[in-house]
């Protein structure tokens, strides 16, 4: 049981470029590990250090008490990691709360307080009816030990193994967990979870064995509600198949509102200033003891760490059936609050009516560029001395405190960003060199065994991913002895493309590699496992450019004038072709997302021309034919009204230098070979061939 409920230290992941250090302290007085108190009156800061002696930890990075530093969910995610809770148990599955109570309607209405759930109640009370059988079903049990009876309201739990392969039955691996929990087969397909308003409706009023929460996949995957791997679950009483998830009528029959509207719910208003009371509830003070039974919130004593604890059980049988108990129906999550847990003020969000994706600047946080596009403005960024950059910029790095940049075929290695990997010499090789020092720190000439290099990744200080004519991808580890390189040893050669490799792009949140080649197709890799994913449908030519996205591991690919979206799971989202011509070719990208809520894109290119265009992406209703092609495969499931929602690319804003300083359009403006977005996302950095760096935001 202790590895059950065993106790978290290490490094919780808050959004891309923030995490939070966390040191847990063990008290031999109550024999429990204490999570940092000033987490829940921050809410939160980027970083957090306890020491080992107790002291309350000191906050750094910018924070305000009921702030937006961070949103809804990741925060839940933080109490989560806090509470034990992880991605990679089953039993102690990260959970999330209920949030809305309305699907029926047609459409969503955010700023109705009956729209929502009551986040003051567990599930097992949100109706009145079902609220006092509870508390008879408390007052007819005796209080006993040692048995499988005992005093409370549920002896079914809101986060099982069983609840979380249910709901994600639908994707592998959970599709053969929800099989192996089964005793090796589907259940009825009638108990299985086939729509959100039947689940909600046993879990909040119907059936009084059921008061599951949810998982956090209902805010950020649609993926896990449609049936997309085809699996035969069987079919419902009145006939029809069980496939992909019914959804509530205002989603329209597409998964992605379904979860783009329920994110927003997640984060509206409404939620901010009660979510609180729900934490209180999962993991603070009315989590156990007299305030849970007073909040009707009282679980069996097995599904709490203390009452469960086997090492006070000798007998096998007791302790086999305590273990048994505890695998089929859960575990409560550590308690993280003896406290109530103070509101969050709604400070720096947009008020009802006003547009959710332009929110409010917060007094010292300005907005992110792409929210004040027509005001950006250009200056020219000085690299000085031997770090200026020699011809066309490669690489561009925004620090804290400077600018770091190279030249074409450079790439400045992580964590630091004082070292420099450079390829593209005639005999092959590669080199490893310091940065703003012509130096060779050590020559590279195994590399050249596989051709010549055309484009190179870091994704960590100790992985280099190169590719080029050779057609082959090849993952590198970076070997130290006493902070300085030793050399390159070759980890896996990966083999796909048929030409020439131009462009690599990597993301360790989200264990991927893309490489892009001449032969008109994007490859992905596992990152971790170094094997191939899937294939990109070819595109029209060559792809010149890659990007992924870290906050949602969506993928830009570029070839030519054509601009392409797809998720993480390689399905198209949306696409265009520019009619710029050869002229407009596209050879660098970029993609950044806006704060929780928004699933929008917004994506920069630059181009041959010398223009950065600035891309951002609609959800728009289309139409559905009543007989589509039996060949045709739409992209999104149609909607049963006749219309399904996809996402279009629509320009913003051209960026050009010439015409900004001056008025008029340069008709010789330099291609523009690299693009960079500083860490608060409010100045977008322009490379060209001419060795230039731009640096364009709402400040000038």
């Known amino acids: 049981m202790d590895n059950h409920l065993g106790a978290l230290a290490g490094r919780a992941a808050l959004c891309p470029g923030k995490s939070v250090a966390l040191l847990l302290r063990w008290s031999h007085k109550t024999q429990k590990f204490h999570p940092p108190p000033i987490l829940a009156l921050r809410y939160l800061v980027t970083t957090i250090t306890l020491c080992p002696t107790g002291d309350t930890p000191a906050p750094t990075g910018p924070c305000c008490s009921g702030g937006r530093d961070i949103s809804n969910f990741e925060y839940l995610m933080h109490l989560n990691t806090l509470a034990g809770r992880t991605y990679s148990d089953y039993m102690q599955y990260p959970v999330f709360p209920w949030v809305l109570a309305d699907y029926t309607s047609q459409t969503l209405n955010l700023t109705n307080p009956k729209t929502f759930r009551d986040l003051s109640k567990p599930m097992g009370a949100q109706t009145k009816e079902r609220k006092l059988k509870f508390i008879q079903r408390f007052k007819e049990v005796e209080k006993t030990e040692g048995d499988m009876t005992a005093q409370c309201h549920y002896c079914t739990h809101y986060s099982s193994a069983i609840i979380v392969a249910s709901y994600l039955v639908r994707m592998p691996p959970f599709t053969q967990a929800f099989c192996s929990l089964q005793g090796g087969s589907f259940d009825v397909a009638d108990r299985m979870f086939h729509s959100v308003k039947n689940a909600w409706e046993s879990a909040s009023r119907e059936n009084m064995s059921d008061v599951r929460e949810l998982t956090p996949e209902f805010f950020y995957l649609p993926e896990f509600l449609t049936n997309c791997n085809a699996v035969e679950f069987g079919c419902m009483q009145d006939g029809t198949v069980l496939g992909d998830v019914q959804l509530p009528p205002w989603a329209d029959g597409d998964p992605r509102k379904f979860i783009s509207l329920h994110r927003q719910a997640l ?43 086997l090492s006070r059980t000798s007998d096998p049988l007791i302790r086999s059936a305590i273990l048994g108990f505890v695998s089929n129906f859960g575990q409560v999550p550590r308690q993280l609050f003896t406290k109530p847990h103070p509101a969050r003020t709604t400070a720096g969000k947009p008020s009802p009516g006003k547009d959710v ?17 027509q005001a950006l403005k250009p200056s020219q960024v000085t690299v000085k001395g031997s770090e200026s950059p020699k011809g066309a910029i490669g690489h561009i790095v925004p620090t804290e405190k400077t600018i770091l ?118 490859i992905l890799w596992d990152l971790d496992h170094l094997t191939h994913v899937a294939r990109l449908p070819a595109h029209h030519e060559g792809i010149s450019a890659i990007a992924i996205s870290d906050i949602s591991g969506s993928i830009v690919s570029c070839a030519g004038a054509h601009l392409s979206l797809w998720n993480v799971n390689g399905q198209p989202l949306a696409s265009i072709t520019a009619a710029w011509g050869p002229e407009g070719a596209i050879t660098c990208c970029r993609v950044v997302e806006g ?7 917004v994506i920069i290119t630059g181009s041959q021309d010398g223009m950065v265009r600035i891309w951002k992406t609609e959800d728009m209703k289309t139409s559905v034919p009543r007989q589509a092609a039996p060949e ?24 050009e230098v010439s015409a900004s300083l001056t008025g008029k359009p340069s008709k010789t403006s330099p291609a523009v070979t690299a693009l960079a977005v500083s860490r608060n996302q409010t100045k977008l950095l322009v490379g060209d061939e001419k060795g230039r760096i731009f640096c364009w935001s709402a400040e000038g």
């Not at 332009?358 to 004040?372: D, K, M, R, T, V």
């Not at 590669?430 to 051709?451: I, Q, R, V």
């Not at 006749?642 to 690319?649: A, D």
Request: charged content about 15%; hydrophobic content about 40%; proline content about 7%.
């Open 267 to 309: 984060e509206s208003d409404f939620v901010s200033a009660n979510l609180h009371h729900w934490i209180d509830l999962i993991f603070g003070y009315k989590q156990q003891g007299s305030a849970a039974v007073e909040a009707v919130n009282a679980f069996h004593p097995y599904f709490y760490g203390d009452g469960a604890d």
């Open 357 to 373: 994706t332009i929110p409010a600047s917060l007094p010292g946080h300005p907005q992110p560029f792409f929210y004040c596009l």
């Open 405 to 522: 940049a190279v030249e074409k075929n450079k790439l400045l290695l992580p964590p630091l960003w004082d070292r420099t990997f450079s390829w593209g010499f005639d005999d092959f090789s590669c080199c490893l060199g310091s940065y703003g020092s012509d130096k060779a720190l050590m020559m590279l000439e195994n590399l050249a065994a596989w051709g010549r290099c055309l484009c190179a990744v870091c994704p960590s200080p100790e992985t280099i991913i190169t590719s080029g004519a050779s057609t082959v991808v090849c993952v590198w580890e970076l070997r130290m002895a006493k902070g300085r390189p030793r050399g390159l040893q070759l980890k896996q050669a990966l083999y796909g493309h048929t030409r020439a490799v131009t462009c690599l792009a990597a993301s360790v949140t989200f264990s991927l590699l893309v490489s892009g080649s001449q032969d008109c197709t994007c």
């Open 595 to 601: 704060p929780a809520g928004d699933t929008s894109h």
């Open 632 to 655: 045709e495969t739409p992209a999104q499931p149609p909607s049963t009204r006749g219309h399904r929602w996809e996402k279009n690319l629509a320009l913003c804003r051209e960026l």
